[in-house]
């Protein structure tokens, strides 16, 4: 009885416990949701939700303080589209209560060194934009942002730092003008013009040795390829020129002007930008994207230029608003819609123009290539009347000028196009592209429809691209994807494996052990033997000929099917490919079944690196081998390449990993014996000595397994390079003596395959550069290829 009582009352106190500590989790919600809404979408007016929730904010302050600041910093960091919403409400609360305002610019200050010290620079270019515009907002004296921004630049006169360290403290100035250089030319233009002065000094002895591996186009022509920084430079010029007026900012702190100019300043504390640290991750410098000017937008409002402030205000909320909300591509296209001041500017062709710019950003795009896909898919649907027809501008634009454009870009244009098409009934007016068919087919234009076909067919199926497309356009469908096996056929009776096919088919058919399948293939005569050589096992291609042949025509059904045979037979395989040459052999025979379907080589391939059929290595070799040089522009063969490259890549952090794992693991174990040394118990302590016995060979194993999978992995690099070089320097060498143009379709392609390689890998790379310029890009490499090198050298300079 008692015992119940005792419980009820536990069971009672809990549920009045959880009601006491629930109701300030309802409030902390309901702030954070508040916060987190004002400036969207409501039937009263903004200034009214501000002043508002400044109400409501002081109100709570006593009790919430910590939440209300956490929130705002956050927001601050996070939803940077709407950083002059919060940066009025932080004025409004600076004005009603003057010491919440200190800590609130205390606490950013904190914030932003948290930021750099992780390495988040592009969130901590919103935090020092915040700032900036709390000088807007009185909360900040001019004067002292003026010390923070001539801190910052100060940075240009460290000696032996990368020049993306101080490449980024200048953009964090210049990109925060547009918002406050009014403000602080009122009231410092002495100081300004220094200032400024000092930036000009340092853009033009910048090295920009890496802008043309980084541009979407090689022609400067209808639109400049601009390095960021120039083009920013430029903008604020022409904005300082128009005494600093601009008219796209949206600033609702204007409506509070009378009640914010009472409000007392706050100095920020003395900011020194954080030393150069050698594991920092500087951003990479970029080349703004340039699709449209006004001449392309014919109707409703005109374009900014290029070099207008308005137009890098614009692009940067748009950039904002997709990195908010990319992972909810139905939000994130209803915010990009619902931008404020759409009105003013033709909208869906800027939000066209920064889609593309983000997807053709090199080395890498922000965000995975396939949202942006969905997010064009998603606008159409909210927008049919308008914006379908400013995607199908701008791929035209695209198609025309693909002569010029960077192989990488054109993979992503392929790719974006064929899964676009698949949602939309692969409609196109293909005849408009009719252009395409009177050029050499390597030519970039038949080449874009011809891989854009091939892509369509992996999302569709062969007899529909036939169907969609104008007979004209014949020669660039692809093939049907049939298997070809050459035993099957009348001329295949004659050729020397027939007879083994026949019994190993039947024997696969029969679920014979793999015992029983290698003495049958024991009797596959060896084309590289001679009779009288009594040598032991060499390699064998028509063994491997014979069997692969056989059990992937077996398996040609289906991928899973495929998979299964691999699975099934994998102690087979692995006997036969032995040798190096038995690993190259294996590929050109699965190319050999395979070359009318592309995909499911790739697939092949992948599955066989995953099994460890053929390595990293065989397959460079057989993709840059003679027998593939006729496919070498296609597009698969470098989706193939790449996918080895990340599985080596991923291998080897998987391996380090698991080396760092068992060294935290060994620390702790001695920490916790140090610890513990004085009351332990003998038998305790043995196995406690043993485990870390156990833990110091473990790491000594998988220590000798990173610098094999390392060596393996640079091996790989190795190879690759060496390849290119080799390529390159015959094409060079021939051009050079019958006296003919270098730059065909084909070096073009290979060169910039050379760049696409260094730029999607660059991180790995960079940790064996000592080695390739020792032993590949050395100073007597023509100067065409070693030109690549050096372009990679520079991003990180």
Same mark, same amino acid.
């Given at each position: 009885m008692s015992r119940r009582r005792h419980s009820d009352e536990n069971d009672g106190g809990q549920a009045h416990k959880r009601r006491r500590t629930s109701e300030p989790i309802e409030i902390e919600d309901r702030l954070e949701s508040l916060i987190c809404r004002v400036g969207e979408k409501s039937t009263s007016s903004l200034e009214s939700n501000l002043e508002g929730l400044a109400g409501v904010l002081e109100a709570d302050l006593p009790n919430y303080k910590n939440k209300i600041l956490r929130i705002l910093c956050s927001v601050a960091r996070l939803l940077p589209e709407k950083l002059t919403v919060y940066t009025t409400l932080v004025g409004l609360l600076n004005a009603r209560n003057y010491n919440f305002g200190g800590e609130f610019v205390e606490a950013m200050i904190r914030q932003l060194k948290e930021t750099l010290k992780n390495n988040l620079y592009i969130e901590a270019v919103y935090l020092v934009r915040f700032l900036s515009d709390l000088v807007n907002c009185h909360v900040i004296a001019a004067p002292s942002m003026v010390v923070m921004f001539e801190n910052f630049v100060s940075v240009t006169q460290e000696e032996d730092v990368p020049q993306v360290r101080s490449d980024w403290f200048v953009y964090v100035v210049l990109s925060c003008l547009p918002w406050v250089g009014k403000e602080l030319?009122?009231?410092?233009?002495?100081?300004?013009?220094?200032?400024?002065?000092?930036?000009?000094?340092?853009?033009?002895?910048r090295v920009k040795t890496h802008v043309p591996m980084l541009q979407v186009w090689t022609a400067e022509k209808p639109h400049p390829q601009e390095e960021y920084l120039d083009c920013?430079?430029?903008?604020?010029?022409?904005?300082?020129?128009?005494?600093?007026?601009?008219?796209?900012?949206?600033?609702?702190?204007?409506?509070?002007?009378?009640v914010l100019c009472e409000a007392l300043q706050h100095n920020l504390p003395p900011f020194t930008p954080p030393g150069h640290m050698p594991d920092a991750q500087y951003p990479i410098p970029r080349v703004i994207f340039r699709m449209f000017d006004y001449t392309d937008a014919p109707e409703g409002p005109v374009m900014p230029g290029s070099h207008s402030a308005e137009r890098f205000v614009i692009e940067e909320n748009l950039h904002c608003i997709i990195k908010t909300h990319w992972k909810e591509r139905k939000t994130c296209a209803a915010q990009l819609l619902s931008y404020p001041g759409k009105n003013k500017i033709p909208l869906n062709y800027h939000i066209v123009e920064v889609i593309f710019g983000e997807l053709?950003?090199?080395? !890498?795009?922000?965000? $995975? +290539?396939? /949202?942006? @896909? %969905?997010?064009?898919?998603?606008?159409?649907?909210?927008?049919?009347?308008?914006?379908?027809?400013?995607?199908?501008?701008?791929?035209?634009? !695209?198609?025309?000028? $693909? +002569?010029? /454009?960077? @192989? %990488?870009?054109?993979?992503?244009?392929?790719?974006w196009f064929s899964h676009h098409l698949s949602n939309f009934q692969f409609r196109w007016s293909w005849d408009d592209w009719a252009d395409c068919l009177t050029l050499d087919l390597e030519k970039p234009k038949p080449k874009f429809?011809?891989?854009?076909?091939?892509?369509?067919?992996?999302?569709?199926?062969?007899?529909?691209?036939?169907?969609?497309?104008?007979?004209?356009?014949?020669?660039?469908?692809?093939?049907?994807?049939?298997?070809?096996?050459?035993y099957g056929d009348e001329s295949g009776?004659?050729?020397?494996?027939?007879?083994?096919?026949?019994?190993?088919?039947?024997?696969?058919?029969?679920?014979?052990?793999?015992?029983?399948?290698?003495?049958i293939l024991k009797e596959v005569p060896n084309p590289n033997q001679e009779d009288d050589d009594d040598e032991g096992e060499t390699f064998n291609p028509l063994k491997i000929d014979v069997f692969l042949q056989t059990l992937l025509h077996l398996a040609a059904k289906s991928f899973s099917h495929s998979f299964s045979a691999?699975?099934?037979?994998?102690?087979?395989?692995?006997?036969?490919?032995?040798?190096?040459?038995?690993?190259?052999?294996?590929?050109?025979?699965?190319?050999?079944?395979?070359?009318?379907?592309?995909?499911?080589?790739?697939?092949?391939?992948?599955?066989?690196i995953r099994t460890q059929i053929v390595d990293c290595a065989a397959v460079a070799n057989w993709l840059f081998s003679q027998d593939m040089a006729h496919e070498f522009t296609r597009l698969f063969i470098w989706e193939i390449l790449h996918s080895t490259i990340r599985k080596m890549n991923k291998h080897v952090q998987k391996i380090q990993k698991e080396l760092e794992e068992a060294k935290d693991k060994l620390e702790k174990q001695q920490h916790k014996r140090v610890r513990d040394s004085g009351d332990d118990e003998d038998?305790?302590?043995?196995?406690?000595e043993d485990e870390e016995g156990q833990l110091e060979e473990q790491i000594e194993r998988l220590q000798e397994k990173v610098e094999s999978a390392q060596s393996e992995q640079k091996n790989l690099f190795l190879v690759i390079f060496q390849r290119f070089i080799m390529l390159l320097t015959e094409h060079l060498v021939r051009c050079e003596t019958g006296s003919v143009d270098i730059s065909t379709p084909w070096y073009k392609n290979c060169i910039e395959r050379l760049q696409q390689v260094f730029l999607m890998h660059h991180g790995t790379i960079q940790q064996y550069m000592g080695t390739l310029e020792n032993l590949l890009f050395t100073a007597e490499l023509d100067h065409h290829i070693l030109a690549v090198y050096q372009q990679f050298c520079a991003l990180q300079l």
């Open positions: 030319y009122e009231k410092k233009d002495v100081e300004m013009d220094r200032l400024l002065s000092q930036i000009e000094g340092y853009l033009k002895r920013l430079w430029a903008q604020i010029q022409k904005l300082k020129k128009d005494r600093w007026q601009e008219r796209h900012i949206l600033r609702p702190y204007i409506a509070f002007d009378s053709f950003q090199l080395p !890498l795009p922000p965000h $995975l +290539d396939v /949202m942006y @896909t %969905t997010l064009l898919i998603e606008l159409c649907k909210l927008q049919p009347g308008s914006l379908p027809q400013v995607l199908a501008q701008a791929t035209e634009m !695209l198609y025309m000028r $693909l +002569d010029t /454009m960077n @192989t %990488t870009c054109i993979d992503r244009f392929i790719n429809v011809k891989e854009v076909l091939e892509k369509s067919m992996r999302l569709s199926y062969h007899q529909r691209i036939v169907d969609i497309v104008p007979p004209t356009f014949s020669a660039l469908i692809p093939a049907e994807p049939i298997f070809s096996y050459k009776t004659s050729l020397p494996g027939y007879p083994v096919s026949i019994t190993v088919s039947n024997a696969i058919k029969n679920r014979a052990t793999n015992e029983e399948i290698l003495a691999l699975g099934k037979f994998h102690e087979i395989l692995k006997n036969l490919t032995e040798s190096d040459d038995g690993k190259l052999h294996i590929l050109k025979v699965v190319y050999e079944v395979w070359r009318n379907h592309p995909q499911m080589i790739a697939v092949l391939v992948d599955k066989m038998m305790e302590k043995n196995s406690e």
